[in-house]
T-cell receptor
Framework: KAGVTQTPRYLIKTRGQQVTLSCSPI?????VSWYQQTPGQGLQFLFE???????NKGNFPGRFSGRQFSNSRSEMNVSTLELGDSALYLC????????????FGPGTRLTVL | AQSVTQLGSHVSVSEGALVLLRCNYS??????LFWYVQYPNQGLQLLLK??????LVKGINGFEAEFKKSETSFHLTKPSAHMSDAAEYFC??????????????FGEGTQLTVNP
């Protein structure tokens, strides 16, 4: 099976812009989760989507949003970018139960100038 | 809220030596437990997980971990370190409640250095 794919792999944006990141899960996986990784805050949960519905949400401002399509592909959007949004954004897919393994994509490296 | 503590943000061992990376969780109900590894400029790869059953779990690349409920711990070990083990290691948990979904809470990570 193909793994989790994320596009683009690298992005450079300026403050105030918005950005959309894409994630294609492993075939058959219906749960997609997003995480932000920074040197200062580590790995933090953004949100989880299952069957096109947001099932869980982390403690991030409303500028961070996401959605999931009927084919389980997911996108996350960050509006009005701030310098502190520079991070590696990781997507993970799994079957829907908590004990199931989450498989991670390679991430999208976002740099905000 | 659940939390995960990894003792030691940096661990250095010699090639061939024992690797021990520590992880403790705080939760009234033992969660599902995971260890992931991250190589530079890559995503996270699952090493092993504990859901139920035998408390000593074997994973990939010769790693294993033991769930100890009384100590709320899930330490990761490998008998003999290899240069290729140099990476960052993350302990993570997910609550067992069905309504919790797949939300992972991660520890701060431990950077493992293997010296020749």
């Amino acid at each position: 099976k193909a793994g989790v794919t994320q596009t683009p792999r690298y992005l450079i944006k300026t403050r105030g812009q918005q950005v959309t990141l894409s994630c294609s899960p492993i075939s058959g996986h219906r749960s997609v989760s997003w995480y932000q990784q920074t040197p200062g805050q580590g790995l933090q949960f953004l949100f989880e989507y299952f069957s096109e519905t947001q099932r869980n949400k982390g403690n991030f401002p409303g500028r961070f949003s996401g959605r999931q399509f009927s084919n389980s592909r997911s996108e996350m959007n960050v509006s009005t970018l701030e310098l502190g949004d520079s991070a590696l954004y990781l997507c993970a897919s799994s079957y829907p139960s908590g004990g199931d393994t989450q498989y991670f994509g390679p991430g999208t490296r976002l740099t905000v100038l | 809220a659940q939390s995960v503590t990894q003792l030691g943000s940096h661990v250095s061992v010699s090639e061939g030596a024992l690797v021990l990376l520590r992880c403790n969780y705080s939760s009234s109900v033992p969660p599902y437990l995971f260890w992931y590894v991250q190589y530079p400029n890559q995503g996270l790869q699952l090493l092993l997980k504990y859901t139920t059953g035998a408390t000593l779990v074997k994973g990939i690349n010769g790693f294993e971990a033991e769930f100890k409920k009384s100590e709320t711990s899930f330490h990761l070990t490998k008998p003999s370190a290899h240069m290729s083990d140099a990476a960052e290691y993350f302990c993570a948990v997910t609550p067992r409640e069905e309504t919790s979904g797949s939300r992972l809470t991660f520890g701060e990570g431990t950077q493992l250095t293997v010296n020749p």
